[in-house]
């Protein structure tokens, strides 16, 4: 049950900035505020860079705290729209356990800053860009140049081609930002405020596209895998040789299927060192025909299911390749498909949260 309750909180954490984005995609005749951490002093509920969209009807999508705060910011957002300022910030302390003055009293041991920026035709329009550009599997880098008389914003973004490792830029060229992060280690969390000089700080945040796993096999045990992953933030592919497995029907929480014979190859999916795979046929053959190709290529997370002598025979002898996780899982002594499933999703969520780490001053 622990593992179940952490990956449903991972969703909230993974897909925040998706739900924003096709949140404002559904509403875009209203008025919206984008409210963003970007500094933390001691701990806080969510991280810098976490992000919610008020609109000027007080309904919202993402949150900032576990409730501490979004009412103050719904009301502030109010002003804002009302004062057409081009950005605001805000401190709240909530390190005091007896503090009631957000009406909770939550002691949460956590100093938080937070930028409010209304939603104008140019920063929506960057906003569409910047879901585009995740949606095509690009992550991006956004930085935001702020004057602290509050007068003036501007933004650039910044996305990546993960395999060619080329840059390009839409939104206000800011000095400086053709230099950052050339090739971003896979899941790297960054986010970060500095003072630049003595008128201005820059925000620097770089979004992860949502991360696909690939599931190759459509047995009756993919099922709680592809539904687990699916509610947990992945974009879930279910590959196999069969019609009748292979479908909506049978795999409704899953949009993306493959139809195939494996001895073709996967060079047309076009599976990158982002993405997650899982070899769970359960049919040797068709495993070690899957692994013929997957073996060599450069992925985020290699999953084989079964035993470890199992996939010494599929890999007929050779040398498996260094992110090639068999018996796959994380070791909490699994038992039947659901557990399983928890276990894998648990042990890719981990590698991705420690590859991400990042250190804070």
Not at 57 to 79: M, N, P
Not at 282 to 287: A, L, P, T
Request: proline share 4%; with cysteine; hydrophobic share 35%.
């Amino acid at each position: 049950m622990l593992f179940f309750l952490m990956l449903l909180r991972g969703r909230i954490i993974m897909d925040t900035i998706y739900d924003i984005l096709s949140s404002l995609d559904r509403h875009q005749s209203k008025k919206a505020v984008l409210a963003t951490i970007i500094h933390v002093y001691g701990s806080s509920y969510r991280k810098e860079g976490t992000s919610m969209v008020i609109f000027e009807d007080s309904t919202y999508t993402g949150v900032l705290t576990a409730g501490c705060l979004e009412a103050d910011l719904i009301e502030r957002s109010k002003t804002l729209l009302k004062q057409k300022q081009a950005f605001q910030l805000y401190t709240y302390d909530l390190r005091s356990e007896n503090d009631l003055s957000w009406g909770r009293g939550a002691g949460c041991n956590g100093r938080i800053q937070i930028i409010l920026e209304p939603i104008d035709q140019l920063f929506q329009e960057q906003l569409f860009t910047l879901y585009d550009h995740l949606r095509n599997g690009r992550p991006v880098l956004s930085i935001r140049k702020l004057s602290l008389d509050y007068s003036k914003i501007e933004r650039t973004f910044i996305p990546y081609e993960y395999e060619e490792r080329t840059k390009r830029w839409f939104g206000q060229q800011i000095d400086g930002a053709d230099d950052f992060l050339c090739a971003p280690k896979p899941y790297k969390k960054y986010s970060g405020l500095r003072k630049k000089n003595k008128d201005d700080l820059e925000f620097q945040q770089l979004y992860w596209p949502q991360p696909n796993l690939y599931i190759i096999g459509a047995g009756v045990d993919a099922k709680p895998l592809a539904d687990t992953a699916s509610r947990t933030g992945f974009q879930v592919h279910i590959i196999d040789w069969r019609p009748a497995l292979c479908n909506k029907e049978y795999f409704p929480s899953v949009s993306h299927f493959h139809i195939r014979s494996f001895d073709q190859g996967f060079q047309d999916i076009g599976m990158t060192p982002l993405d997650s795979v899982m070899v769970m046929t359960h049919q040797f053959e068709q495993d070690k025909e899957a692994l013929r190709d997957l073996r060599h290529r450069d992925l985020f997370y290699l999953g084989v299911l079964g035993p470890k002598k199992r996939t010494t025979r599929l890999l007929e002898g050779e040398r498996p390749a260094g992110n090639l996780d068999s018996p796959a899982g994380l070791d909490i002594a699994a038992e039947g498909p659901n557990e399983i499933a928890i276990s894998i999703l648990a042990k890719v969520i981990g590698r991705m949260r420690k590859e991400g780490e990042q250190p804070h001053a």
